[in-house]
């Protein structure tokens, strides 16, 4: 074969060859980019399949509208969620919990439907429907109930005071009329009380004299027992007329009772004095805001009430703590009684009924008193208190009387059987012994009734003893 005729087909052979090649390689780049093309289109339906499963297609055209702005590197899906804890925050208040967006749904949800329950039970709200409500409708329920409860205030207002000023002029018709037939009453008694000596006179003579005489002071006589009855009649009838004044006057007393309750006497007893400034629970002891400049000193106790509750009547609180360190604006005082469920807090109000800053209070003391709780009455109880009321600032007054603040009463003083004479044999000293016991009890009896009368505040032994921050160390031997 001619060199040029080779060297063509060479050329050919190295072309086919080469043609081969590529062909291979083109089929096989081919083969590849279809399994990955297959792959892909796999991976972006299994995307899209997942994306319609968070959002649609609309929706995801709207996110902007629908969610609103989001901040660099925040997602959508986040930014709902943000707003999701921030409208349950609203609603349950305080933080919300770290938990899925159905139970954080669930927990306001539920915290709704408690606290519209609550309302629907205090009659604030009437619905039926706790699902079909808001917490807004629920606000404007409560502010509509408010306004309503203003105006029938308002209106209750202005029929209190036309109520006063008919109970004023009934009182001032009543007081007037009372006077006036207290005076004719006296009148009339005094009258009576002379017709009573003239009968005397009369009755004297008629056994002295003659028998005419007699039968003309009879005939006097009658004359004037008829005039006595006339007066006991005109007097009966006055006493029936004030008898309806009283009423009347009691009438109005009752309505002005209903419209505005009497004062309780003993609110000044729930006066609190201080409060609880810092808790220090390992060590036991709190900080209150008296000092020096509040004229405390140490050993004073004060009992412990919960700040945004009422003190209880009975005077028990939540704890007793004793100053031990004055300052001139702050104490501190150890921790004597406190419970582990209901513990002391920042806030907490301090009182002791005997000790004011301000003023001086007046006590009466009375009756028998068992002051460490064994059941057996203290011979010296009495005094003991006394000098415990001194101790800390009040006063002790001999009988009840409108200067007087509160009466501490004990129990009713046993009286003593009146000795016979040969009780009195044996023991000399048996009717003193007795004579005592009895001026002890109408005392009793005299301070109870009187307090009762003006309205001063009574406390027994354990009431007073609770209102002192005193109860639990009153069981010491070195208390009083």
């Known amino acids: 074969?001619?060199?040029?005729?080779?060297?063509?087909?060479?050329?050919?052979?190295?072309?086919?060859?080469?043609?081969?090649?590529?062909?291979?390689?083109?089929?096989?780049?081919?083969?590849?980019?279809?399994?990955?093309?297959?792959?892909?289109?796999?991976?972006?339906?299994?995307?899209?399949?997942?994306?319609?499963?968070?959002?649609?297609?609309?929706?995801?055209?709207?996110?902007?509208?629908?969610?609103?702005?989001?901040?660099?590197?925040?997602?959508?899906?986040?930014?709902?969620?943000?707003?999701?804890?921030?409208?349950?925050?609203?609603?349950?208040?305080?933080?919300?919990?770290?938990?899925?967006?159905?139970?954080?749904?669930?927990?306001?949800?539920?915290?709704?439907?408690?606290t519209l329950t609550t309302l629907q039970s205090g009659g604030y709200v009437q619905t039926t429907d706790p699902n079909g409500e808001g917490f807004v409708w629920v606000a404007k329920e409560l502010q509509n109930n408010l306004d309503n409860i203003k105006k029938s205030e308002q209106n209750l207002r202005g029929q209190l005071g036309e109520l006063q000023i008919r109970f004023d002029n009934s009182v001032t018709q009543s007081l007037s009329k009372e006077e006036t037939l207290l005076a004719e009453k006296e009148k009339y008694r005094r009258i009576v009380e002379a017709i009573r000596l003239d009968y005397s006179k009369f009755e004297t003579l008629m056994k002295q004299n003659t028998e005419e005489q007699v039968k003309s002071l009879i005939s006097q006589l009658n004359k004037l027992q008829l005039q006595n009855s006339t007066l006991n009649q005109e007097l009966m009838k006055k006493e029936a007329e004030l008898k309806i004044a009283q009423d009347r006057m009691n009438k109005a007393q009752r309505q002005l009772s209903a419209v505005i309750p009497p004062p309780d006497a003993n609110s000044p007893a729930y006066k609190p004095d201080g409060k609880i400034l810092l808790v220090d629970d390992q060590s036991k002891i709190v900080h209150i805001n008296l000092g020096r400049k509040d004229k405390i000193y140490r050993g004073l106790t004060f009992s412990v009430y919960d700040e945004h509750a009422a003190i209880p009547k009975d005077g028990k609180g939540k704890a007793e703590i004793e100053v031990f360190k004055v300052g001139d604006t702050?104490?501190?005082?150890?921790?004597?009684?406190?419970?582990?469920?209901?513990?002391?807090i920042m806030g907490d109000k301090v009182t002791n009924l005997i000790w004011d800053s301000d003023n001086v209070n007046y006590f009466v003391v009375a009756g028998d008193f068992d002051?460490?709780?064994?059941?057996?009455?203290?011979?010296?109880?009495?005094?003991?208190?006394?000098?415990?009321?001194?101790?800390?600032?009040?006063?002790?007054?001999?009988?009840?009387?409108?200067?007087?603040?509160?009466?501490?009463?004990?129990?009713?003083?046993?009286?003593?059987?009146?000795?016979?004479?040969?009780?009195?044999?044996?023991?000399?000293?048996?009717?003193?012994?007795?004579?005592?016991?009895?001026?002890?009890?109408?005392?009793?009896?005299n301070v109870m009734e009187q307090a009762k009368a003006l309205s001063v505040p009574v406390f027994n032994t354990e009431r007073f003893l609770y209102f002192i921050g005193y109860k639990s160390l009153s069981t010491r031997e070195d208390a009083f």
């Open 1 to 114: 074969m001619p060199v040029g005729r080779r060297q063509q087909v060479n050329t050919m052979l190295y072309t086919l060859v080469t043609f081969v090649a590529l062909f291979v390689i083109a089929t096989t780049v081919a083969v590849i980019f279809y399994v990955r093309a297959d792959n892909c289109q796999n991976e972006a339906a299994q995307l899209q399949e997942q994306k319609n499963e968070l959002v649609s297609t609309q929706q995801w055209s709207q996110r902007g509208s629908l969610v609103g702005a989001k901040q660099t590197g925040e997602t959508y899906i986040g930014k709902l969620l943000s707003y999701l804890d921030e409208t349950v925050s609203m609603i349950v208040g305080g933080p919300a919990e770290q938990t899925s967006a159905e139970a954080k749904l669930d927990i306001a949800r539920s915290k709704f439907k408690e």
């Open 330 to 344: 702050i104490s501190a005082a150890r921790i004597i009684k406190s419970e582990i469920r209901n513990p002391i």
């Open 371 to 445: 002051l460490n709780g064994d059941g057996i009455m203290d011979r010296q109880g009495p005094e003991k208190v006394k000098s415990l009321i001194r101790k800390w600032g009040g006063e002790v007054a001999d009988g009840v009387s409108i200067d007087v603040d509160y009466v501490v009463l004990g129990q009713e003083p046993g009286q003593l059987t009146k000795p016979t004479f040969e009780e009195m044999s044996v023991d000399p000293l048996a009717m003193d012994k007795y004579e005592a016991s009895v001026a002890r009890n109408k005392r009793y009896r």
